[in-house]
């Protein structure tokens, strides 16, 4: 297969049938025949690899892994329902009573109450560090930790995690680093590169990409896949193979649109920038980023999703959501269609003022998911809306 990320996922394809269609079909079958009694017996021993049942494997949801496997070089991989079920399959299938976790502080909203509700209650515990102390991390690790996890870009402030850093730390503890990649996409990071041991990704964002279906997926190294395959193959969180179907498309068209959203938010983010009415702007590939050197190292663009700051506060925030026109607001990322969110006052409303300031939450912190209207369009909209 080629190197290049773009003939990986438009050139992976599932075998075809004996119709010869050019693009592969939907294959929507629960189950799967055998030869004869034989066939059966050997194909559950696992003496072949086939497909026997679709919460195992399907055609479609094997090509969409496949195409994920190579754009990330990993080794296997298994496709979720949704982002949510690759996070918690991941930490089940791999984890004991007793165990602990290193995590970033910055986390998706569902991953922090799994940390924070439902992995205690099988006694797994999880301790935090700050994006801005991760010389604290060593610190946090103790005999039990077998994990190591972090989200970079961050959600919803943008901040930048040194991988390199992270892989070292995990590679002197012996611990199995797990990145979500969500925010990058294969196609801008490769957290393996740096010595993620598993990379997670909600395909329901940028994979997708047009806000139609969800879809989640697991790849890394093929004995730790094969221990969340054997988990997931028994507690039923599979991708249905009308999910795999769209997502293996939508990545035939990741490249070029992924390309089209960096340009159009890096475009924003210099408007946003330059605007007197607005203090800070994150974005990884503006200069002034305090994590602007490492973003350059691990990414190579910049991503769609950029961070900025309403003069004012809570009420400003809540003022500038209120005039836009165009764009979304909606509580979904890494749509064609450009989404703006006011984190302080929706999502993580329910911090305190100090946790939220933790994580980077400013009252006036407004996060825009840049989509591919006409960037006129886009700076227009936000523009009048600050203007108001
Ligand atoms: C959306 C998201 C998830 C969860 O994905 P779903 O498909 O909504 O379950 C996990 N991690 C990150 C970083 C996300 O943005």
């Known amino acids: 297969m080629s190197n290049y990320k773009e003939t990986q996922a438009i050139r992976t394809q599932t075998e075809r049938t004996q119709f010869f269609e050019h693009s592969t079909p939907m294959y929507v079958t629960s189950s799967f025949v055998f030869e004869d009694a034989e066939d059966m017996r050997a194909s559950f021993a696992e003496e072949k690899e086939r497909n026997l049942y679709s919460r195992f494997s399907n055609p479609n949801t094997t090509e969409f892994v496949e195409k994920i496997v190579q754009m990330e070089g990993a080794e296997s991989g298994y496709a979720f329902a949704t982002g949510m079920s690759a996070v918690f399959s991941t930490f089940a299938a791999l984890l004991n009573s007793g165990d602990h976790i290193v995590s970033s502080r910055s986390v998706f909203g569902s991953t922090h109450s799994l940390f924070t509700k439902f992995l205690p209650k099988w006694n797994i515990t999880t301790s935090y560090f700050k994006i801005n102390e991760p010389e604290k991390i060593e610190s946090l690790i103790t005999e039990k930790t077998k994990i190591l996890y972090a989200e970079t870009p961050t959600n919803p402030a943008v901040d930048i995690i040194d991988l390199e850093l992270l892989g070292q730390i995990a590679k002197k503890h012996n611990l199995l680093l797990v990145i979500d990649n969500c925010f990058a996409t294969p196609y801008l990071q490769n957290p393996i590169k740096f010595g993620a041991d598993l990379v997670i990704h909600s395909a329901t964002k940028l994979i997708d990409g047009q806000g139609r279906v969800l879809g989640g997926v697991t790849v890394g190294k093929k004995e730790l896949i094969r221990e969340i395959y054997l988990f997931s193959r028994n507690t039923g969180p599979a991708m249905s193979p009308f999910n795999a179907w769209v997502l293996s498309k939508s990545l035939e068209t990741l490249a070029v649109r992924v390309e089209k959203h960096c340009e159009n938010a890096l475009k924003v983010a210099q408007f946003l920038e330059s605007h007197a009415k607005v203090n800070v702007v994150k974005y990884p590939f503006l200069p002034s980023h305090p994590q602007y050197e490492i973003a350059k190292k691990q990414m190579y663009l910049g991503g769609n999703i950029v961070a900025f700051e309403v003069k004012g506060g809570i009420e400003s925030g809540r003022s500038f959501l ?43 912190l407004v996060r825009c998911s840049i989509g591919l209207e006409n960037v006129e369009d886009i700076i227009n909209d936000l523009k009048q809306a600050l203007e108001i």
Do not use: F, Q, W, Y
């Not at 026109?325 to 890494?334: D, F, I, Q, T």
């Not at 006052?345 to 911090?351: E, R």
């Open 322 to 364: 209120n005039n836009i026109k165009m764009c979304s607001l909606s509580a979904n990322l890494g749509d064609t269609r450009t989404i703006v969110t006011h984190p302080a006052s929706t999502t993580h409303s329910k911090l305190t003022v100090e946790d939220r300031l933790e994580v980077g939450i400013t009252d006036g």
